[in-house]
């Protein structure tokens, strides 16, 4: 879920943190660079992969999550906010409470009816409505302060 609200954010939290360029190797979720070696991860730190055929994204040290792989490409270190970090298993709890292609919160629809039924949904867009937009909208007030222009 990082990943995807990084990327909805503009915002990987990667101001003045090392950027690392070239030839990596992912092996039982450890990360070695060619040029180099460990590059200092440090259990717990955030960092973001690119250029990987199979582990682009947004990952905490050590992951059990990363498929062995030789990749070009780049390790970008991220400083990661408490507060986004909780954000995000708030999305998660929503997104499995509401996330469903047949959940209300996902409809296309504004509102139905049909068989003397009718509902309507608001356009708010609040945690507790589901919005219109899926996790995006419902969160938009918590996410905004660290949105960036892109």
Known sequence: MLTEICQ????WFDKDRPKFYGKFEISDGVIT???DGD????EGMYFRILGSLLNDGVYQYPSEELKDETF???????AIPPAV?????????WQTKHGGATSEAMSPFQSESFGGY????????STESGGNGGW?????YRLNPWRKLP
């Open 72 to 78: 070009d490409g780049a390790i970008w270190f991220c």
């Open 33 to 35: 660079s060619f040029n």
């Open 118 to 125: 009718s509902y309507s949904k608001s356009s708010g867009g």
């Open 8 to 11: 909805y954010l503009h915002n």
């Open 39 to 42: 590059m200092g991860m440090k």
């Open 136 to 140: 995006q909208s419902a969160f938009a």
């Open 85 to 93: 970090i909780a954000l995000s298993k708030d999305i998660s709890d």
